[in-house]
């Protein structure tokens, strides 16, 4: 690839990416040197994080410093083992996420070293939990207070629960 700002659809794997410090790297399938993935074309896509090893689609463009993503075509979730939503025993109504609706709803706070946080949804009046394994899962690090995203909620043994999370621009791309 020319560093002449021709661009080049290419897809890889998220290396890592760090909400905090706003950026982080892309490992090419086809190989080669890693991407730059900057948290601005992230935000571009209707993400603010996403999960270590999530596939992505994206179009990048050499710079004199290196490979950088300029925008994301399509982001696919890591695999994941198991089918029980993590950290919540088994009382977690799997059986009922296929038929969960998105839902619109704000971030109220998320505290990645706690592992969890708390987010309201429209119209409810009680708080959704939101664990920190099922935002992985979702394919995504980290959640800021204020942002809007969909949450389908169940109810687990000790109230409302997130079981999947999407940014809500996406959310709306997929019509769910």
């Known amino acids: 690839m020319e560093s002449d700002g021709t661009e080049e659809t290419v897809t890889g794997h998220v290396k890592w990416f760090d909400p905090t410090k ?34 992505i689609e994206q179009i990048v463009q050499a710079t004199p410093r290196g490979l950088q993503a300029v925008e994301i075509l399509a982001i696919d979730l890591p695999e994941r083992c198991g089918s029980t939503l993590a950290g919540f025993g088994p009382d977690t109504p799997d059986a009922s996420l296929p038929h969960a609706q998105f839902e619109p709803a704000r971030v109220k706070w998320f505290d990645s070293v706690k592992g969890f946080g708390f987010a309201n949804v429209f119209g409810r009046s ?24 969909a949450l389908k909620v169940v109810q687990g043994s000790r109230g409302s629960m997130a079981a999947q999370v999407a940014a809500w621009d996406s959310a709306l791309k997929a019509g769910s």
């Open 126 to 149: 009680e708080d959704v939990f939101v664990h920190v394994e099922v935002l992985r899962r979702s394919g995504m690090a980290d959640l800021t207070p204020g942002e809007a995203v």
């Open 22 to 55: 706003g950026f982080g790297f892309v490992v090419p399938e086809s190989g080669g040197p890693d991407i730059l993935l900057h948290a601005n074309v992230l935000r571009g896509f209707g993400q603010s994080s996403v999960a270590e090893g999530s596939r």
